[in-house]
C-alpha cells in the first residue's frame, strides 16, 4: 500500500458526461502528479500540482482541468467526455522537494461508453 | 524530446534466469530514471532508481545498469521468480523547480516460467 488513496475505483460513465476523479496524497506529501494509462498510449503525465499551486503540465486535453486542495487532495474533472478518453487515471504523490520518489495510487478504471 | 524507449515489449524468462529490459533516452538533460513494476490491477511502484553519476546500482536481485555517454540504461533481475511476473516501466525526468515529470517508456510485459 503507497498510501496514496484515489476514489472511485471504477467508474462508467456515457459520452459527453463530465466525471470527478479524486485522490488523497501521502501523508506530509505537497506534491500531486496526474498520469493517464491507456493501451496505445501508455503511461503519459497529465498534470502537477505543489503545495495547491499548478507546477508542470503535460498533454492534458483543455477538456480536462485539475485542482489541489487546502488540504492537499486533489481532483482531476474530465468533461465533455469521448470513447477515447477511457483509461487508467493514476495520482502519485512526492515529498517536499521535487526529486523525490514518485508513489502512485490504485488508480481509477474510467470507461465512457 | 522527451521519448524514451523501451524493449523488448514482453519477455519470458525460465525461473532462475537472468531477465534483462533497455531502455534508451534521447533528452540529455534527464537526471532521474527510475523502474517501476506494475502488477495486473494495481498502480505502478518504485523498484530501484539511479542517477548519471553512477553507473550501475544494485538492490538485492534487482540491478539498474547506465550508460550515460550511449544515453541507455537497463534492469537487470537475477535469479528471477515466478513473483517478478509483472509489467515493468522505465522512465525518466528532468529536475527543476520542484517540478518532477516522469517520462516513461512503452512497458515490458515479464512472464517467468516456473
Known amino acids: 500500500d503507497s498510501g496514496v488513496t484515489q476514489t472511485p475505483k471504477h467508474l462508467i460513465t456515457a459520452t459527453g458526461q463530465r466525471v470527478t476523479l479524486r485522490c488523497s496524497p501521502r501523508s506530509g506529501d505537497l506534491s500531486v502528479y496526474w498520469y493517464q494509462q491507456s493501451l496505445d498510449q501508455g503511461l503519459q503525465f497529465l498534470i502537477q500540482y505543489y503545495n495547491g499551486e499548478e507546477r508542470a503540465k503535460g498533454n492534458i486535453l483543455e477538456r480536462f482541468s485539475a485542482q489541489q486542495f487546502p488540504d492537499l487532495h486533489s481532483e482531476l474533472n474530465l468533461s465533455s467526455l469521448e470513447l477515447g478518453d477511457s483509461a487508467l487515471y493514476f495520482c502519485?504523490?512526492?515529498?517536499?522537494?521535487?526529486?523525490?520518489?514518485?508513489?502512485f495510487g490504485p488508480g481509477t478504471r474510467l470507461t465512457v461508453l | 524530446q522527451q521519448q524514451v524507449k523501451q524493449s523488448p515489449q514482453s519477455l519470458i524468462v525460465q525461473k532462475g534466469g537472468i531477465s534483462i529490459i533497455n531502455c534508451a533516452y534521447e533528452n540529455t538533460a534527464f537526471d532521474y530514471f527510475p523502474w517501476y513494476q506494475q502488477f495486473p490491477g494495481k498502480g505502478p511502484a518504485l523498484l530501484i532508481a539511479?542517477?548519471?553519476?553512477?553507473s550501475e546500482k544494485k538492490e538485492g536481485r534487482f540491478t539498474i545498469s547506465f550508460n550515460k555517454s550511449a544515453k541507455q540504461f537497463s534492469l537487470h533481475i537475477m535469479d528471477s521468480q515466478p513473483g517478478d511476473s509483472a509489467t515493468y516501466f522505465c522512465?525518466?525526468?528532468?529536475?527543476?523547480?520542484?517540478?518532477?515529470?516522469?517520462?516513461f517508456g512503452q512497458g515490458t510485459r515479464l512472464t517467468i516460467n516456473p
Open positions: 539511479i542517477r548519471p553519476d553512477v
Open positions: 502519485a504523490s512526492s515529498g517536499r522537494t521535487g526529486g523525490d520518489t514518485q508513489y
Open positions: 522512465a525518466a525526468s528532468k529536475a527543476g523547480q520542484g517540478a518532477q515529470k516522469l517520462v
